[in-house]
């Protein structure tokens, strides 16, 4: 199987190759083998995509709101009509069974375009009155030159959230895919060319934390915005704070799902599946630990258990497939010992736990029960199909426990009683919460995280204050007071 691109890069609207940058092999995780070899870019590429993006966004910038909206929308027409071969990249690139890729990936990143490719146009400032005929006016300017550096469990669906939002607004970006899924970013750069935006205002460049590292601190940078890990956005956040440049961190999670007696049980268990083993349980918002109130635990658990024993494991270009790989060897190995210590520290395990032999990074969807705070499973973000069920009694201990960690990105509560869901999602301490749903992030809507979980928000309309600056413009009409 072969997803050789045309290029490593794409800058200033056309595929760019230099083999003297270290290679970088993409492998399919079913399977491991090597389908496609790229190379990091080098300096002077990086320079060329910079230099790009600093030219394209001055023509950009001064179109018509609509004009690039119009723009926007085509991409996500595009997007749409070939959404079947872009899901099939997405799903060699990451692993991700084609089920899912063909409906939650290159569709979303759609979404983000036709969203911001209209909201643009409704963009207006303000008027303020300061006396005597005097006014003020406000304007939103584009910042510039932005970085967007990608995650590798939704390479399409980040790109895209960050390339919609900058693009529309007037910005220009240079786009860092993450080593291990440098595929698919490429394909919306080719699709925005396709779809009439100007050579250079959304630039590629592959490589590894050094390349995002030396993105971040150049002077024609003016915002970066990173999906990672919570220690790669403190390097990140500290590196653009030398030049103080705007920053958006969407960085990692240990959210809590609470799920109370009067619960509708399907319904409950469907989510808590879905926020553990969608995408092999690498998703951000996961609701990784499951808070379940004693009354319902054991009826919980025996069900959760028939309908995990029931997931379609295997390879994921087959549609029927479930579930697919583990990223990478070394994810697979980092979750097989969160597993291992979630056994030593007497978590009950209730089904899975172990690997899946033969090729590819396959892991059996796990459930641990009986499991405390204070266990390392119950702490750490696994980024894997892992879930710890925690017990609890009553509401105010649940919340108390549930907001006891450094991360803040997401929760959801589950309850047939709306005022207890509204009190509930009131307390908890995340940048987003579910009530009897998990997950569903549309483009509608903002997301991002608070604590370590990140700073500043993707989509809805706070993507405006995350991609533009205000300007006031101070306008005159009295005889100038001046006291010499
Ligand atoms: P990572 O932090 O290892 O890497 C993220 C990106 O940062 C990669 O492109 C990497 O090359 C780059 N990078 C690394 N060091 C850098 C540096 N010093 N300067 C600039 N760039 C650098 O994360 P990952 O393993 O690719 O992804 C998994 C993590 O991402 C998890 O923690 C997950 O929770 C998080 N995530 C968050 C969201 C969100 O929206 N909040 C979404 C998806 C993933």
């Known amino acids: 199987m072969r997803a050789q691109p045309e290029a490593s890069h794409f800058i200033d609207g056309a595929y760019v190759e230099d083999t003297s940058g270290a290679p970088i092999e993409c492998r399919y995780a079913a399977t491991g083998e090597v389908i496609a070899t790229l190379h990091e870019a080098t300096p002077a590429l990086i320079d060329r995509a910079l230099d790009a993006a600093q030219r394209a966004q001055v023509e950009w910038a001064a179109l018509r709101p609509v004009e690039r909206g119009r723009v926007l929308h085509k991409a996500a027409d595009i997007i749409r009509a070939r959404n079947r071969e872009l899901s099939e990249l997405e799903t060699l690139d990451t692993g991700k069974p084609l089920q899912e890729t063909l409906v939650a990936d290159a569709t979303s990143g759609a979404d983000a375009l036709e969203y911001f490719a209209g909201f643009v146009a409704t963009v207006t400032g303000q008027t303020i009155p300061v006396g005597g005929g005097d006014f003020v006016y406000t304007t939103r300017e584009p910042l510039g030159v932005c970085v967007g550096i990608g995650a590798w469990n939704y390479p399409t669906q980040i790109a895209c959230w960050k390339a919609a939002p900058a693009l529309a607004f007037g ?157 990478t060897a070394d994810q697979l190995g980092k979750v097989m010992g969160y597993i291992a210590q979630g056994k030593a520290e007497g978590a009950r395990l209730i089904t899975g736990g172990s690997r899946i032999e033969g090729p590819g990074n396959f892991v059996q969807p796990t459930v641990f029960a009986d499991v405390t705070d204070a266990m390392v499973i119950a702490r750490e973000e696994i980024f894997g199909p892992v879930m710890a069920v925690l017990d609890f009694e009553t509401e105010d201990e649940v919340i108390a426990r549930a907001n006891a960690t450094e991360f803040g990105l997401a929760a959801g509560v589950f309850t047939a009683d709306l005022a207890r869901a509204h009190r509930v999602a009131a307390k908890l301490q995340a940048g987003t919460c579910w009530i009897n749903a998990y997950n569903l992030t549309p483009v509608e809507a903002p997301f991002g995280g608070s604590k370590l979980s990140g700073v500043g928000r993707e989509n809805g309309h706070a993507a405006l204050e995350h991609y533009t600056e205000i300007k006031s413009v101070y306008v005159g009409v009295n005889p100038v007071d001046a006291p010499y």
């Not at 440049?245 to 599946?273: N, W």
């Open 171 to 327: 910005n220009a970006m240079v786009f860092k895919p993450s080593d291990v899924t440098p595929l698919c970013a490429l394909k919306l750069a080719e699709i925005l060319i396709e779809a009439g935006a100007p050579k250079g205002l959304f630039n590629v460049v592959q490589g590894r934390g050094g390349v995002g590292a030396s993105l971040v601190t150049d002077s024609r940078v003016a915002k970066v915005s990173l999906t990672g890990s919570v220690p790669t956005g403190r390097k990140v956040y500290a590196a653009a704070a030398e030049g103080i440049r705007h920053v958006t961190m969407e960085l990692g999670g240990k959210s809590p799902l609470v799920i109370f007696d009067d619960a509708s049980l399907e319904d409950a268990i469907g989510a808590a599946m879905l926020g553990n083993f969608y995408s092999t349980g690498q998703i951000c918002s996961n609701g990784t630990r499951v808070f379940v109130q004693k009354g319902l635990k054991e009826r919980f658990l025996s069900r959760l258990k028939e309908r995990t024993d029931a997931i379609v494991i295997g390879e994921p270009m087959i549609e029927a497939t479930q579930m697919g790989p583990m990223i």
